[in-house]
């Protein structure tokens, strides 16, 4: 055997084990992270705003829509805000008796969501709490409740669930489902979670607390959860994650749809903590080396070396076991994923201005 194929087998066995100890410090992180979540007893918290920004139609944005009309919680209330009256949705939130407002600039930095909800907290101030529904995203039964209850302990400053992405279309449907594990990922960790704000819920005095100054005039105004968890984390707060009932995107994306949105939410999540790239690029540059030395390795030295490919393996499986997904696909985007993730994230850290919904914000 020549001596760079013998160096190549010890480096790519010494990437696996490194892996593997992250794996390992992570599933530590975790459980001690899930254990610590508090459970209070009493409510506190009682009354709501449940806000859905809406803009153009999402893809059946009637029944997300409806499952947010069909949520129970005391004394609470839905509204969705629209950029303009002639905004497409209004015909579908007018159908479902859904209440509405039309949305005004607030801050001339903020992105029109940030705007939105701004808008929805100055017309209704006398919440206790509210909630950040994304247009995109199906709720399932007591989605809401779930989410205030966090709310009830002084210690917790928002609570959030992270969706499943479920395909509903072609190849990158499925790749895009894939794709959003690592958000999951990102929640189970104390010192990585974040308000996903397609579903989160704060207390209005976190408002007070610097999340409305950073929504007005800061570099991350153009992100009202980036905004939330900094005011949050900056405070002290807990960020309760919520795992059940985990609400569901419905997905037909292309190549094209899903390379924009990987791509745009990278960069947000990079300018949301700079960690995410510092840590997240060589770690994915390994990966992509670990399952280019299995094949290779497979091949050219020994069938054993495709044990370097099990650890993308198991997270192919792991995957599969989700609704519409069949396993030899799984495992062959667990395999691609690596190289996604790393471009996305080259990508991303080049980006200084990002398209959403239609509309440019700079971003850098």
């Known amino acids: 055997m020549s001596t760079p194929l013998?160096?190549?087998?010890?480096?790519?066995?010494?990437?696996?084990?490194?892996?593997?100890?992250?794996?390992?410090?992570?599933?530590i992180s975790r459980a001690k992270a899930i254990s610590s979540t508090p459970r209070p007893a009493v409510k506190r918290v009682k009354s709501v705003l449940v806000m859905v920004p809406c803009k153009g139609l999402d893809y059946m944005l009637s029944e997300n829509l409806d499952s947010l009309k069909s949520q129970k919680y005391g004394n609470s209330r839905l509204v969705a805000i629209v950029d303009k009256i002639s905004d497409p949705s209004l015909g579908q939130i007018k159908a479902l008796g859904i209440d509405f407002m039309v949305s005004r600039k607030v801050s001339g930095k903020a992105s029109g969501k940030v705007n939105a909800i701004l808008s929805a907290v100055k017309a209704f101030p006398n919440y206790d709490a509210y909630v950040i529904a994304d247009s995109d995203v199906r709720f399932g039964k007591g989605w809401l409740e779930h989410m205030i209850l966090p709310l009830n302990d002084p210690g917790t400053g928002l609570s959030t669930m992270y969706p499943y992405f479920s395909p509903a279309g072609g190849f990158w449907s499925r790749v895009k489902s894939s794709w959003?594990?690592?958000?999951?990922?990102?929640?189970?960790?104390?010192?990585?979670?974040?308000?996903?704000?397609?579903?989160?819920?704060?207390?209005?005095?976190?408002?007070?607390?610097?999340?409305?100054?950073?929504?007005?005039?800061?570099?991350?105004?153009?992100?009202?959860?980036?905004?939330?968890?900094?005011?949050?984390?900056?405070?002290?707060?807990?960020?309760?994650?919520?795992?059940?009932?985990?609400?569901?995107?419905?997905?037909?994306?292309?190549?094209?749809?899903?390379?924009?949105?990987?791509?745009?939410?990278?960069?947000?999540?990079?300018?949301?903590?700079?960690?995410?790239?510092?840590?997240?690029?060589?770690?994915?540059?390994?990966?992509?080396?670990?399952v280019l030395s299995g094949i290779s390795l497979s091949l050219l030295?020994?069938?054993?070396?495709?044990?370097?490919?099990?650890?993308?393996?198991?997270?192919?499986?792991?995957?599969?076991?989700?609704?519409?997904?069949?396993?030899?696909?799984?495992?062959?985007?667990?395999?691609?994923?690596?190289?996604?993730?790393?471009?996305?994230?080259?990508?991303?850290?080049?980006?200084?201005r990002i398209t959403w919904r239609g509309t440019e914000y700079r971003i850098r």
């Open 6 to 27: 013998l160096v190549w087998e010890y480096f790519s066995v010494f990437i696996l084990a490194v892996i593997a100890i992250i794996d390992i410090a992570g599933a």
């Open 301 to 352: 030295a020994s069938p054993l070396f495709i044990i370097l490919l099990l650890h993308s393996a198991r997270n192919g499986l792991i995957n599969s076991k989700r609704p519409g997904r069949r396993l030899g696909e799984s495992v062959l985007i667990s395999f691609l994923l690596p190289f996604i993730y790393a471009a996305n994230l080259v990508s991303a850290s080049r980006m200084k």
């Open 180 to 290: 959003g594990i690592v958000g999951e990922g990102l929640m189970k960790r104390e010192s990585t979670r974040f308000g996903w704000g397609g579903s989160l819920a704060f207390r209005k005095s976190l408002l007070d607390k610097g999340a409305e100054e950073l929504m007005l005039n800061s570099r991350y105004s153009v992100s009202d959860d980036i905004c939330l968890t900094i005011a949050a984390k900056r405070n002290g707060l807990h960020i309760a994650y919520i795992r059940s009932p985990q609400p569901a995107v419905y997905s037909d994306d292309g190549f094209s749809t899903f390379l924009e949105w990987s791509n745009r939410q990278t960069a947000l999540s990079i300018m949301g903590n700079n960690g995410n790239l510092y840590i997240g690029l060589p770690f994915y540059i390994a990966e992509s080396l670990l």
